[in-house]
């Protein structure tokens, strides 16, 4: 009999056990993070400053995942199916600010809390927008880095990712208002294409503009992509010492452009940040601490804190330059 109670009571601590681990990961909250595509090492590095956010905090799953090619529509899909998973919140990098709206602003509706971090959404389409930086401050850098390689004058040309990108075309927009200066009078810019962030095609992009502007001396590349891509296009044209390439960049994946000529230097923030902050403030709206409204401060961790402006949008930290000094060292961390 006395056998038979210690059954009992050791059968019952289990099953209460059972029961609040059961209860437990039923208080995980779900946050996807939905990239451009997946395979691009910019968004693995995010993924992993998502983790690193879902730890510190304790009670997150991180569902990370994204198309095969960055399309608008392969995010859709996915989008519609995380609605059907019942996920607490959506953090996107959109591939076009407009055509992902109607399915976000369903999201929304079914309690779902959506950010958009890196490349926007539009505002009817989220509630934040997590810049990695300041516009303004990214397209000055990248002309600023192509001047000194080509040492202030000659061609240049801009390889993008998408036509549809916010970002890129935002960043460009503002790489235009930089050339227009007058410090910048002896540069010209002759073409602008995109690569859709795809190794192949940003490949062949690359080679159509060295081939087809004999005088180009500089390729600036927004997209971690296309910079690689370019590289390898100038290092196979035998055109290293003569056409320069930067833009954003892996340190991971552009020490070996740096290391033959082929770039002088690149800039990129650091996804693994980025990715922690924009996990860790869509946390922030889906446990009430934060809302949305202009103005708002919201807490991301040990990158402090952010503040809303009148669009719903904040900015991380200013772009961080690479060279031959220090791209070593920060290779090994992404």
Not at 44 to 49: F, Y
Not at 174 to 183: G, S
Not at 185 to 203: M, R
Request: hydrophobic share 45%; glycine share 10%.
């Amino acid at each position: 009999m006395k056998l038979n109670k210690m059954m009992v009571t050791a059968l019952s601590m289990c099953m209460i056990g059972c029961l609040a681990a059961s209860a437990q990961a039923a208080e995980k909250i779900k946050i996807a993070m939905v990239v451009k595509s997946l395979g691009n090492g910019f968004f693995d590095a995010a993924h992993e400053g998502a983790n690193e956010a879902a730890k510190q905090l304790g009670d997150v799953e991180v569902i990370y995942t994204g198309p095969t090619t960055a399309t608008a529509e392969g995010q859709i899909e996915i989008i519609s199916s995380l609605i059907s998973q019942k996920v607490s919140a959506i953090v996107i990098s959109a591939n076009d600010a407009n055509a992902l709206v109607p399915i976000t602003k369903k999201a929304m509706q079914r309690g779902i809390k959506v950010i958009s971090f890196d490349s926007g959404l539009a505002k009817e389409g989220r509630l934040m927008q997590l810049n990695p930086s300041s516009p303004a401050l990214i397209g000055q850098k990248q002309i600023e880095m192509a001047a000194d390689a080509i040492g202030g004058t000659g061609e240049i040309a801009i390889l993008s990712a998408t036509a549809q990108a916010t970002n890129q075309n935002i960043w460009i927009g503002e790489m235009k208002k930089t050339l227009a200066q007058p410090a910048y009078a002896k540069i010209k810019l002759v073409a602008t294409v995109y690569g859709d962030d795809q190794s192949d095609k940003s490949y062949r992009e690359a080679i159509g503009l060295l081939r087809s502007n004999p005088n180009l001396k500089a390729i600036i590349a927004p997209t971690t992509v296309g910079i690689n891509a370019a590289g390898k296009a100038v290092v196979d044209e035998k055109l290293v010492g003569k056409v320069y390439v930067t833009g954003l960049g892996l340190p991971s994946e552009m020490a070996g452009h740096v290391k033959s000529g082929a770039v002088k230097s690149f800039a990129i923030w650091n996804p693994i940040d980025l990715g922690y902050a924009a996990t860790y403030a869509a946390h922030q709206f889906v446990t009430g601490k934060a809302s949305g409204k202009p103005g708002e401060s919201i807490a991301v961790g040990r990158m402090g804190k952010l503040t809303l402006d009148a669009g719903g949008e904040a900015a991380l930290a200013p772009p961080f330059t690479y060279n031959k000094d220090n791209v070593d060292k920060f290779s090994k961390i992404f």
